[in-house]
């Protein structure tokens, strides 16, 4: 039999699933659901998505990116990992074992929220899952149910890295000789790591490389490290994000931080490591791109887009 002919495994299928989950969770947020939808992984937004599913209907790509968001947050209450069921090839949910309950079909429950058109089978379903760990708890009141980090969990606190503990206090040190350099109107005191002060750091970067070529033919510059650093720096002071750095190991596993292809990795960037709904910015790629695109992409815009 050709290697090609051969039907995916339930291992393939379930990576395949988990692969796409962060992307088709990301359209259903911007291109799935209406202006104002309570996008929280909270039991009322899923509520809310069942009766947005009764009002729209679900097409095959909305029904697998809500299976992926509804799946979640049942998966918040009664813990489990992503599976894949071996006769349909779907993903489903399997509780925390101590459970001791089925797998959960959550594509089927959507379909019986359409057939039933009650707008209260996702919640009947949440609350049953809640009585189950309820019951368990009155006879081992410590227990908790345990959840496999799925794609879209936060990533959680990350090691400190020596290379980024390094850079970060060189660029701290050289702050001062940096910003005197610029030649800023109001000197040090105008670069007070403020919103406003990255119209500032526009104005500057764009006096500085006409060209994006010419910001990527000077990699090594002070001037451009320091411009990194303190767009990082805003970020990471106004949006409630850290300074993160993965070193490229050429033997780690595919879709590990540290994988050569990983676009993450070999960077300074910032991050919110401990949010599901993070932001990460890489600081000198948003330097790029005021300059490739001119000045209808302003450095504010590395501000935006956060939860």
């Known amino acids: 039999m050709d290697e090609s002919d051969r039907s995916p495994t339930r291992a393939q299928l379930l990576d395949a699933w988990l692969d796409d989950l962060q992307v088709l969770v990301g359209r259903l947020e911007q291109d799935g659901l209406p202006d104002g939808f309570p996008f929280d992984y909270s039991p009322e937004s899923l509520s809310a998505l069942e009766r947005f599913v009764l009002d729209e209907g679900a097409d095959p790509w909305f029904r697998r990116a809500a299976t992926g968001y509804a799946g979640e947050i049942l998966m918040d209450v009664c813990g ?36 039933e058109q009650s707008g209260e089978v996702f919640a009947r379903e949440r609350e049953a899952l809640a009585d189950a760990v309820a019951a368990l708890r009155r006879t081992d ?52 790591f403020g919103p406003g002060s ?34 990082g720096e805003v970020v990471r002071r106004h949006r ?9 190991e050429p033997g780690a596993p595919r879709g590990s931080h540290h994988h050569p292809d990983n676009p993450w990795s070999g960077i300074p960037f910032t991050h919110q490591p401990h949010k599901r709904r993070a932001r990460a910015v890489d600081p000198a790629d948003v330097l790029r791109n005021a300059l490739h695109f001119g000045p209808g992409y302003p450095l504010r815009r590395a501000l935006d887009g956060f939860h």
Do not use: C, M, N
Request: aromatic letters at 12%; zero cysteines.
């Open 80 to 115: 489990g990992r992503w599976d894949v069921d071996p006769d349909s090839g779907e993903p489903v949910v399997r509780p925390d074992p101590a459970l001791a309950l089925e797998p959960l079909h959550v594509g089927v429950l959507i379909d019986v929220a359409l057939a």
């Open 141 to 192: 009141p410590e227990y908790r149910p345990v959840k496999e980090r799925s794609p879209l969990d936060p990533i959680g606190p990350q090691p400190e890295d020596p290379w980024l503990t390094r850079w970060l206090d060189d660029r701290q040190s050289a702050f001062p000789a940096w910003a005197a350099e610029t030649g800023a109107p109001g000197g040090a005191g105008a670069w007070d």
């Open 198 to 231: 990255l119209d500032l750091l526009d104005r500057v970067l764009r006096a500085r490389y006409p060209t994006e070529a010419a910001f990527d033919a000077d990699p090594d510059a002070p001037f451009r490290a320091g411009a990194v650093w303190y767009l």
């Open 240 to 248: 409630d994000s850290v300074w993160l750095y993965w070193a490229v």
